[in-house]
Nanobody, 121 residues
């Protein structure tokens, strides 16, 4: 039901935009997480579909923004000023409601397949 895309290879300082398209339904909340080998998925960003409110992890605040396109039933993660430490597999997640703890991976019921972002130095 969730399809993430847009990953790729980019040089440090560059930009990428990830997309997460939902098929079959609209969810109330979406989030982006990322994961590097040997580590748990780390919260990156959140967006409320209906109100549009967003929240970003401190590590990406000011560099990443999250938005949505109602007509396309898609959320986006615009990543700018990318750093090598942003290299990870990025996952989108969704929920039918607003999770009490949006930064916790277990709070999200629906997940898309990851998309790899590689930032070279």
């Amino acid at each position: 039901q969730l399809q993430a895309s847009g990953g790729g290879l980019v040089q440090a300082g560059g930009s990428l935009r990830l997309s997460c398209a939902a098929s079959g339904r609209t969810f109330s909340s979406y989030a982006w997480f990322r994961q590097t080998p040997g580590n748990e998925r780390e919260f990156v960003a959140y967006i409320n579909w209906y109100g549009g409110s967003t929240y970003h992890a401190d590590s990406v605040k000011g560099r990443f923004t999250t938005s949505r396109d109602n007509a396309k039933n898609t959320v986006y993660l615009q990543m700018s000023s990318l750093k090598p430490e942003d290299t990870a597999v990025y996952y989108c997640a969704a929920s039918s409601f607003v999770p009490a703890q949006i930064v916790v991976m277990g709070a999200w019921a629906y997940w898309g397949r990851g998309t790899l972002v590689t930032v070279s130095s």
